[in-house]
């Protein structure tokens, strides 16, 4: 149990709206390893952002956290600000899903790539300013030298996201939580991004976790994947075991739901009907049951848990799960 | 063959109804102000009030009795008549000036937002024009050549007002119009005076009105402090500003002649602000979001 | 499925050499240049390409949102850009536009019933309960309940509701285009799937045409009848959907279809997907546009404009060096 990097526990966030409180995340429990890829799928509003909110202990003040965030053996909650923020930077690390937002669109990149290496690591500014080249280097900007004068709106959307990975690498963090990291971007420029997040985590042995509503994103390129509905994680499985046998019909819809490049075209969809429940009003039964074509009146009236009943390593929470040789594949 | 999937859909329809945050009490306290204030302004001539201009001088600056329930001033006026008579002139100036300017700023604005071209420049070029006139030297040479009267007053004060309820609706119009719903109205063949009354003019009126509120307020303390300076509502007539004025002269005898007008003053403007922001945020029609 | 041939004699929409400019900062930016396009009656076109490729410019021009520079727009035999005032507005109701964002194309004060009236009201229909009976007729159509939604506010509504809103506002005239210009992609994927197939069943139910605009490819194939790839203001390849899937014979729309993250992890992803990253639309490479990311570039392709020739009967490729040499 010591070798885990992040474990969570009971996790919930609860946000007061003037409609009653929104749990927008619910008894989450997940654990990452040093080095590993979790990755965590949903549509949006089924909280996975404010779990890796909760995560980086980022949540908006008026948020009730529950539950225990541990990582590297520290709870999180239980820090003062002062030891986050010496934690953010070497130990944890964030791309959002517009790097604007976490640009300072006043400084140049070059001021705030070497003001993060002299603040977290102490470095003088002439080692700062060198080390700032070899990382936007790294993650693939061409003319390094040139573009630490620029400022962010002189670059475009994909090198702007490379700037804030160099940025998120420049501490050697052992965790990058990417939220997202890829959905305001160009197909190329996803693919290319994905590649750049991949081969910089195998290179300096970091722990990622990979935040997005598209299963092709995370099909190649994580260990395991949780599969969030309504506040809670519904499916988790190592990611080849996931798509060979997904076992929560939700997955299984959301997978089938993807429009298919090998299908012919004028071919329907087999969508999801429906659309996810308000969390202001929260369900006594399996959240997903109005949507599901399995579901009958357990379903509706007891929260299945999240298990793994045959021990084969993938937990799902379900009451009917599809059986396992499927044809979950469509 | 699709097999359409929408009955759940239908099925699971329930918008939330909009559920209004609850006015405050503060809100409540300066609407019960506000309507005091107009109804007395309103009713003066029928309230059991002494003349405001009926002079006693036996009884200068006395002190509030059950004759004069607020006393009197340096004339021997009765202070409660002449605030109410007061509030008459007050509101008249600080509700019509700014309505010229929110009708023909408005107006303006909406139309140099939405056509832009040459219209919008020459627009722009006159608003600024007027924006950089000194206003009290507008008043001023106003007053002087047609004569003070509480209609010169409200149309200069009207005019001066025009450029900044211009750039108001301009700038609300500019970013409503780049925005698709009106995009689809123009695809829709819509002309430009239905995209003008129907899709902008709901949206443009609120921020116009909020700021016509705050322009109320902003007036009757421009007109308190021309009739102060002596360029507003010729005497006899009493106005907050010109009782503050002639107060003035006696704040170390009898403080009150000047500060119950100015309260009032402060009273009436501060509630025109609150209704002005409560309004506003109540009738947005997005609900705050998470 | 339509017929090709026989839609291809009379397209219902032509484009001609149409050329869309507009300055930006002293600079001319060149969004759409020298496009060549035409949809016949019935058919679905995609057109496919990364953001700030033009795409969004060209469908807009073809409404004559966006007044061309140069070049025609041919709907049934009326050049739309010869069309100025009251003939235009007549005409705008048989060519419809569906948004990307459902909320921010609905009046944030108008409530669903009167928003989805408003083309009729424009028209000149002036009978109530005519109108009525039409507005319930198409709520319906789209899957929406008239006597629940009527009297709500968009915001009221999930994006999925309200793109449903959208598509009845364009289809409650009849139109016989419908431009979608990214209709799916401010949808979640549950919700993506449920409005692709009602834009077929309202395909098919309204006898209309499309076009698709799209930045995922999968999106669009699973619509599209034909394909027309652009790169910078250009086009690339335009043929029949599944050749340009199977076969593609220009080097960008393959790189484009090697980019798509497939949710399968026994295909590994494809690693090394061309370098860099379209140039400024402001200032294009000479020659071919895509050389300056194109594996096969050579002199050739920075001296020349490749013009957009046949490959097969159906499938046309503005490259020096197709795909289909080998």
Redesign the interface.
Known sequence: MTSLLLSLEGVSVELPTPRGALRAVDRVDLTLMPGHTLGIVG??GCGKTMLSRAILQLLPKRAKLAGSVTFGGRDLAALSPEALRKLRGPELAVVFQDPMTSLNPVLTIGTQLVETLQAHLGMERAAARRRSVELLAAVGI?APEQRLRQYPHQL????RQRVAIAIALSCEPRLLVADEPTTAL???????I??LLAREQKRRHMAMILIT?????V???TDEVAVMYAGRVVERAP??KL?AHMRMPYTE???A?????D???????????G?PPDPTRPMPGCSFAPRCRYADDRCREAKPPLIDPGRSGGLYACWHPLALPTGA?T | M??????G??AL?S??R?RRSRPSGLFLVALVWLALIGLAAILADFLPLVSPTDMDFLGKRAPPSAEHLLGTDQLGRDMLSRLIYGARISLTVGLLAPAIGLVIGGALGMLAGYFGGRFEVITVGCVDVLLAFPPLVLALAVTAYLGQSVLNLTLVIGVLSIPAFTRVARAVTLSLSQ???V?????????HT?ILM??LL??VALPLLAFFLLGVAVTIVVEGALSFLGLGVPPPAPSWGSMIGEGRESLDIAPWLAFLPAAFMFATVLAFNIVGDTLRALTD???ATL | ?PDNASNRAAPLLSVEQLTVEYPVSGRTLSAVNDVSLAVGRGETLGLVG??GCGKSTLGRAV?Q?RRPTAGKVVFDGTDLTALEGEAL?????R???I?Q?PI???????CIGDIVA??LI??GITDRAERERRVREVLTA????PD??WR??P????G??CQRV?IA?ALI?EPELVVCDEPVSAL???????I???L??MK?RYGLTLLFIA?????V?????RIAVMYLGRLCEVGP??QV?GRPAHPYTA????????????????????A???PSPLDPPSGCRFRTRCPRADGICAKEVPDLRPTTSEQSVACHHPLTDR
Do not use: Y
């Open positions: 549509e949006s061409p475009s959307g994909g090198m160009d197909v190329t420029v996803q693919a290319q994905l590649d509503h598209d299963l092709g994103v099909a190649g390129r990611t080849p798509f819809a959301l997978l739901a993807i429009p298919k490049l299908s012919p075209p004028h071919t329907a969809l087999p969508a999801i009907a659309r594949r | 699709a097999v359409l999937e929408i009955e859909d239908t329809v918008p939330v909009r925005r698709e719903f995009v689809a109205a123009r695809t829709l063949g819509a002309t239905r129907r899709e709901p949206n029609p997005r609900p | 499925m990364e953001s409404l949102l507005r007549l005409m705008r109701k060519l419809q536009l948004f964002d921010a194309s609905l009046n944030p004060r108008r408003e083309p424009i028209t789209v899957g929406l309940d629940l939604v709500r506010l915001h009221e509504f999930s999925g509701q959208c506002r005239l979640d994927v549950s919700i993506r799937a449920q692709l197939n009602l077929e069943e098919r930045h995922d490819l999968a999106v194939k699973a619509v599209s009848d959907t599944e899937f790189l484009l279809l090697a980019a798509i993250p497939v949710p399968d992890p026994t295909v590994p992803p494809t690693t090394n997907v061309a860099g990253e379209p």
